[in-house]
């Protein structure tokens, strides 16, 4: 009996070893042996979309060369002018927040900005068209001093997460805007820069308002927003609309109709004069022949009395 005991344990422990190798291999597994889950296959009707970056971003930053460091206003909005890279967008910024943007032309750029009172710390960012950011212009700090005597909280503030927006032309173009302070209603006054008449809009209460425009044709406009409260406080703000698609082009034809039919028009008094020429220039040589000799007959007359 005390046989059979010592033999059935010389093979427990040899079992009893294995399960726990084999336990040991299964849980502590090494992690590369994880395959990934595989990527599905596209639905039918899906697709695939893929951007590349053509270009790097704007390397040299704007420079705000007016208003200068440290300068005081009683006067809200004021210019705002500096050196920038030609075809860049130009967002100029006022204490962080985007107070207008206009598209840099021959080198400079130029807009108008309200002021928060007291201090402000203007900055400019240039844009690419794939809204890449450029590095971040010298800070020009300004102070503005409210001589109405505002009472704390009631100056206006317009501002947007966009200075530039874009829609294809003949589709409404929307614009966000967030309005702040000052006492409603409010009243609204839209420039879109394509020629129509400024758009009027009343707000009741600030917060998020949208403001929307169809442009007819392709371009690039420049937008001026007026807003003012109920107690004449006013807030503006300036942005760059781009409406896509293909140069409008129709009045190209009337304007050579109209070129070809003032040719036509001008060749006919031109060939009058031309016909008339000869005639003129002998009428005119034998007027002037009559006088001289008409001349010289006095003076010989003249003589011969003395």
């Known amino acids: ?64 060369t007016t208003p200068g460091n440290g300068a005081s206003f009683t006067t809200s909005p004021t210019a705002v002018t500096g050196i920038c890279t030609t075809g860049l967008l130009v967002q100029v910024y006022d204490n962080g927040v985007m107070a207008g ?98 758009e009027l809009k009343s707000q009741s209460l600030a917060g998020l308002i949208t403001i929307a425009h169809t442009y007819k044709k392709a371009g690039i406009y420049q937008v001026n927003i007026k807003v003012t409260d109920v107690n004449g406080v006013s807030a503006f703000l300036q942005v760059v609309a781009v409406s896509s698609g293909q140069v409008d082009s129709t009045a190209a034809p009337t304007d050579k109709t109209n070129t070809a039919a003032a040719t036509k028009i001008l060749w006919i008094p031109a060939v009058v004069a031309l016909v008339l020429l000869a005639p003129t220039y002998w009428l005119g040589r034998r007027s002037q022949i009559v006088s001289l000799r008409n001349k010289m007959l006095k003076e010989r007359d003249s003589l011969e009395e003395k």
């Open 1 to 64: 009996m005390i046989n059979k005991i010592r033999h059935s344990a010389q093979w427990v422990f040899p079992v009893m070893i294995g399960m726990l190798l084999l336990a040991l291999f299964v849980f502590i597994k090494p992690t590369s042996a994880i395959s990934q889950i595989p990527i599905p296959d596209p639905k039918p009707g899906s697709y695939g979309l893929e951007a590349t970056k053509l270009q790097a971003p704007p390397t040299d930053a704007a420079t705000i």
């Open 101 to 198: 943007s206009v598209i840099c032309a021959s080198g400079s750029f130029t807009m108008q900005i309200s002021l928060f009172a007291g201090t402000n710390e203007l900055s400019a960012i240039v844009y690419d068209d794939l809204e890449q950011a450029g590095p971040t212009s010298n800070i020009a700090t300004v102070t503005y001093t409210d001589t109405h005597f505002t009472a704390f909280g009631a100056l206006v503030t317009l501002t947007s997460s966009y200075g530039r927006r874009s829609a294809p032309a003949g589709s409404e173009l929307s614009w966000p805007l967030q309005l702040s302070g000052g006492a409603g209603p409010y009243a609204f006054s839209i420039d879109w820069g394509d020629g129509t008449p400024s």
